[in-house]
Nanobody
């Protein structure tokens, strides 16, 4: 499988961006999916996860209430709507696939990451 994130860019603090993750193959709907990010000089961190059907989600405390994860299994695509962006949200954002039989709601359940997209939030 290939995971390709897109939608990153430069935005002012308080602005919004919508990231997309397009997956190849025919098994997208079977797997939980998630978003991670890595800021310069920092370790990669879990941002959000969604189960295979899209009816269960989880978020890092730092983005809760501002970010919304969703998926469209018919389009093999996952999304991350990011509102009220802050400079500390600046990072490379990666989409990831979780273990098939997991919920996708915990960062430990992820074992495959795709290419990232850069999000820069200016103050």
């Amino acid at each position: 499988v290939q995971l390709q994130a897109s939608g990153g860019g430069l935005v002012q603090a308080g602005g919004s961006l919508r990231l997309s993750c397009a997956a190849s193959g025919r098994t997208f709907s079977l797997y939980p999916m998630g978003w991670f990010r890595q800021a310069p000089g920092k370790e990669r961190e879990f941002v959000s996860g969604i189960n295979w059907s899209g009816d269960s989600t989880s978020y890092a405390d730092s983005v809760k209430g501002r970010f919304t994860i969703s998926r469209d299994n018919a389009k093999n695509t996952m999304y991350l709507q990011m509102n009220s962006l802050k400079p500390e949200d600046t990072a490379i954002y990666y989409c990831a696939r979780g273990d098939r039989w997991s919920t996708g709601l915990s960062p430990a359940e992820y074992n495959y990451w795709g290419q990232g997209t850069l999000v820069t939030v200016s103050s």
